[in-house]
């Protein structure tokens, strides 16, 4: 069995998943691959919408999302913020 | 109030090692608010924070020792030899203050809780009995011990939960904080104590920065 992932883990797979579909991903295909409830994902996504990390692209074809510099920063700076939270117990 | 007994030799190495102490912790914390910035993390910011709250207490300590390691001028008024006591007296209360508040926020930081009321409470109960007492540097030791136990129970916590190397780092780092400040209690009667609170402390912003930059370069 998978260990259970953390906080910024669950973060960093939804930024993974908008990252690689930069921009033109809808919001059912992130929630299928982030592997979430809908309630876990819908907190997730207004974290994200709240904090900066990702826009919401609104267009006739209906919602899609995409990453802000943010976004990108945490995605490629992740393993330095796991390293610097586990070490100095900064988990929430 | 009591001030703790620094033996002559070592007047001049304390400040350098404060100023140590200050760079190291300035760092942290810098870097602790980089993370917050790049992650949104709400005890990011908290340790920040209370690091470089830390490190403000070791610059006004530095500043303070330097100052005292240097004899005053022979002729100097006893109207600069008071104000020059009192400037003292003033960076002493800061360095408590500051140190105080940084640990209090440490705490708070480990208790995972959102409640602004139940901070303030926490600092203001400590501050007041560490100014309202009659040996103010004494009390100061004995409540920076209290705090670190607890917060070195939360270290050992966060290690024994993953079992990191990292994580064992930044626990044993804060028990030798922990037993720097047990020798700080003790230096009003010992200059020994004094020198060994200092060694100790050395001991464990060596760790807490080695952690840092292991964390920096990716190892």
Redesign the interface.
């Known amino acids: 069995m998978s260990k259970k992932r953390d906080r910024l883990q669950i973060i960093f797979d939804i930024l993974n998943v908008i990252k690689g579909k930069n921009g033109k991903i809808k919001p059912t295909n992130v929630l299928y691959k982030s592997n979430l409830s809908n309630q876990m994902f819908s907190g997730y996504m207004n974290e994200l919408l709240q904090k900066g990390f990702i826009v919401e692209n609104k267009s006739k074809s209906g919602k899609t999302y995409s990453l802000t510099q943010k976004g990108f920063d945490y995605t490629n700076k992740y393993r330095m913020i796991v390293d610097f939270s586990s070490s100095f117990g900064l988990g929430e | 109030m009591e001030y703790a007994i620094v033996p002559h030799w070592f007047a001049g190495y304390n400040a350098l090692l404060e100023m140590t102490f200050f760079v190291i912790t300035l760092l942290v914390g810098a870097?602790?608010l980089k993370?917050h910035r790049?992650?949104?993390?709400?005890?990011?910011r908290l340790?920040g924070i209370s690091f470089l709250l830390i490190s403000a207490a070791y610059l006004v300590q530095s500043i303070l020792n330097f100052a005292a390691s240097y004899p005053m001028a022979e002729g100097c008024s006893m109207q600069s030899m008071v104000a020059f006591h009192s400037l003292g007296t003033f960076a002493v209360y800061a360095h408590m203050v500051l140190f105080m508040t940084g640990l209090v926020t440490l705490a708070y930081?480990?208790l995972?809780i959102r409640d602004f009321g139940a901070y303030a409470l926490f600092l203001s109960a400590m501050l007041a009995v560490l100014l309202l007492s009659a040996n103010k540097l004494y009390f100061f030791y004995v409540l920076s011990s209290i705090l670190l136990v607890y917060v070195s129970f939360?270290?050992l916590r966060?290690y024994l939960k993953?079992r990191?190397m990292?994580?064992l780092?930044?626990f044993v780092a804060f028990l030798f904080l922990l037993f720097g400040k047990i020798h700080f209690i003790f230096s009003t009667d010992h200059g020994a104590f004094y020198v060994g609170g200092h060694l100790l402390e050395f001991v464990a912003y060596t760790l807490i920065l080695t952690?840092l930059v292991?964390?920096?370069r990716?190892k």
């Open positions: 870097y602790a993370v790049l992650s949104g993390q709400r005890q990011s340790f930081m480990t995972k939360y270290y966060n993953g990191k990292s994580a780092i930044v952690n292991n964390v920096v990716g």
